[in-house]
Structure formats: structure tokens, C-alpha cells
């Protein structure tokens, strides 16, 4: 299915699925608006606008397994998108309604949990998901069988294998256009490089075998952390960094970042602000603390109640000079956060 027609039953999916008020949560916002309300009150910056929330899937249950802790998304071959919760679960969701139509149970070699946060799917079909405790990157198939693994720089193990810290390594996976380049995105600094400078870490197809290639350096706000990245068309990525505080809740931002001109990093040891490192250069698309709320409503403390713990993101549909982004929240299956999609409309 081309992704303009994807993007149209995305549009109608998130508007049926905030109408179910009877099943579904009370706040839940209808997704549609007119094209002058997207102009005026729906802007959240120059470059990005809200087109619309949907919170129907929060706190429920589909085939015995808990609908939420949302790390990831994907488009799958079909149109369908696929989420990804860390709680080893890879759901397919039906796009006209967002509705859960299957779940598949994952799992390490030995049987074990993932902590898995990223996911990509690849052309042949095959899932690309990264568990952020070791770090890894496996290849499953549609039934969640493994299929292989592929190799991680020793450097971003976590310690004492590596410099990295658990549950800070691996949270954005994302294929580049025409499916040769994958790109994984570290959460946080490694031991040795200076705090907030996070580590891309690309492969490259070779004989139909994912190898390593070039590394790059991001530096994040002060705080914050990189938990999504998507591949734009042209080798250039949106960045999501996400953070949260205490008594005040989530802060999140929506950057532009370009690696086509940084350094490759793969052989620097410790990067600690060295001459001659090119960074990969990011530009502010929106702090999402900026969008209107929409009625929406927090069930914690929030500059603005249409936050929550955002983590997914997927690019669902492309015009020139624009993409359609959905995104989602991982609500830890806790009952002060929320399970909650968001659809946006980015210039770039």
C-alpha cells in the first residue's frame, strides 16, 4: 500500500478510534480538524502542527496481553502498523482503527524477556527489534522466531563488556531508504565521552547480511535522552529527546538532525569535545510542550496536559517538503501515565 493511501487510514483510523468514548478512555480527542484550526490553533511551531490524539488504547487488554508499554512503530509491508513494547510483545495494529489485530510473543535465545525498544521492518518483511540491556539488534520473522543477530561495537556493550549503562544503550532503530543503512540510536552517553553526547551507530547491507559501518556523535539537551530516530528520504533523520522531572512531568522535542557531513566517530575513543569532531547537526523542529492541548488531560503533573512518555515515531506518509509523523507513548503500565498516539504534520 503506497504511503499516501496509508496516511488516509491513519487519518480515518485515529478519528474512529477517539469516537469509541463508550469502550474507550473519556478523553480520548477526535483527530480531524478543519484546515484553518490546523493553521492557527493546532500549530505547535512554525514547522509542526497537531493534527490530532487518540488515547483508545489505553489500559486494555488484547488476546491476555496488556495493550501499551509503547516503544516503537512501524509500517509494515501491508499498510498495517506494527508496535513494539518493551515488554517483549510486537503488536499489529489495524490502521483504520488503531485496534489491536494480532500480538506476538519475543524472546531471547534462551526464552528470556527483551527489554525491546526499537524496531524496524525490513523489505523481506522481517522484524529488526533492539533490546537496550545488552545491547542487541535481532532479526525475527513475522512469527517471532529468531532469525540471527547483528554484531555491536564492543564500546556500546553494557559494562563490564562495554562503556554503556542498561537500559541506555539501543532505543531508535531506523532503515534508511532503499533498506542498505540501519541506524540505531544510543539513549545516553557511554562512559568516557562527555555527558550528552549519544552515539548513532550505522550497518550496511552486504550480501544480504547487515555489517558495521560509520558511527556518529549527537549531542541532546541538557538532560534529555534520544529514544526514537526515522530516516528521512534525503539521509537526514528526525530525532526525538525526551526527558522528565519530578512534580513537573515530560519534556519533548522534535529535532532535525543531519549526520551526512559528521565525523565518523567508530574510532574515537572518547569523545570529550575534540577538535576536528563534526557533530551531527540538529535543528529544533517543535517542544511539543508547545502544542495545543486539545482537551486533553494528564493524570499527572504536566506543563501541558497532552504530554506523556513519548517514545514512538513513524513516518506515515511524505509530500514535498512535509511528512506525516505518528507518534506514541510508553505508559510503563502505570496508571498515572497514558497510552497515547499523536498525529503530526512536519515541515522539513
Keep these: 500500500m503506497r504511503l499516501r493511501t496509508v496516511l488516509a487510514t491513519l487519518t480515518a483510523g485515529l478519528a474512529a478510534a477517539t469516537t469509541l468514548t463508550a469502550a474507550g478512555p473519556a478523553n480520548a480527542h477526535p483527530a480531524t480538524n478543519t484546515a484553518t484550526d490546523t493553521a492557527t490553533s493546532n500549530a505547535c511551531s512554525p514547522a ?3 493534527d490530532g490524539f487518540s488515547d483508545a488504547l489505553d489500559k486494555t487488554t488484547f488476546d491476555g496481553t496488556f495493550v501499551g508499554n509503547f516503544s516503537a512503530l512501524a509500517l509494515d509491508r501491508d499498510g498495517s502498523l506494527a508496535a513494539l513494547s518493551d ?3 510486537l503488536f499489529g495494529l489495524d490502521a483504520k482503527t488503531l485496534a489491536p489485530k494480532s500480538v506476538v510473543p519475543l524472546a531471547d535465545e534462551s526464552g528470556a524477556a527483551l527489554d525491546s525498544e526499537g524496531l524496524a521492518i525490513d523489505r523481506d518483511g522481517t522484524r529488526l527489534i533492539t533490546s537496550e540491556t545488552e545491547p542487541s539488534i535481532r532479526r525475527y520473522s513475522r512469527d517471532g522466531k529468531i532469525l540471527d543477530r547483528l554484531p555491536v561495537p564492543a564500546s556500546l556493550l553494557v559494562a563490564p563488556a562495554g562503556r554503556a549503562t542498561s537500559n541506555q544503550t539501543f532505543e531508535g532503530l531506523t532503515l534508511q531508504p532503499g533498506g542498505r543503512t540501519l541506524l540505531a540510536s544510543m539513549e ?11 552515539r548513532f551507530q550505522t550497518w550496511q547491507r552486504h550480501h544480504g547480511r547487515f555489517a558495521l559501518s560509520a558511527q556518529y556523535a549527537y549531542r541532546t539537551d541538557s538532560g534529555l535522552g534520544v529514544p526514537e ?4 528520504p534525503d539521509g537526514r533523520l528526525l530525532a526525538l529527546e525526551r526527558g522528565f522531572t519530578t512534580g513537573v512531568g515530560n519534556t519533548v522535542r522534535l529535532y532535525l538532525a543531519d549526520p551526512r557531513h559528521a565525523t565518523d566517530t567508530g574510532g574515537v575513543e572518547n569523545l570529550t569535545g575534540q577538535d576536528g569532531v563534526r557533530l551531527v547537526r ?3 523542529l517543535a517542544d511539543i510542550v508547545n502544542c495545543p492541548s486539545l482537551g486533553a488531560t494528564a493524570k499527572q503533573p504536566q506543563l501541558n496536559p497532552l504530554l506523556d512518555n513519548i517514545e514512538g515515531m513513524v513516518i506515515t506518509g511524505r509530500a514535498k517538503g512535509r511528512v506525516e509523523v505518528l507518534l506514541a507513548s510508553d505508559d510503563n503500565q502505570n496508571a498515572a501515565q497514558t497510552t497515547r498516539f499523536y498525529r503530526l504534520r512536519v515541515r522539513v
Design 282 to 284: 540538529k535543528t529544533l
Design 188 to 198: 545516553y552517553a557511554i562512559s568516557g565521552d562527555s555527558t550528552g553526547i549519544v
Design 48 to 50: 509542526v502542527s497537531l
Design 87 to 89: 515488554r517483549s510483545s
Design 229 to 232: 530516530v526515522q530516516a528521512l
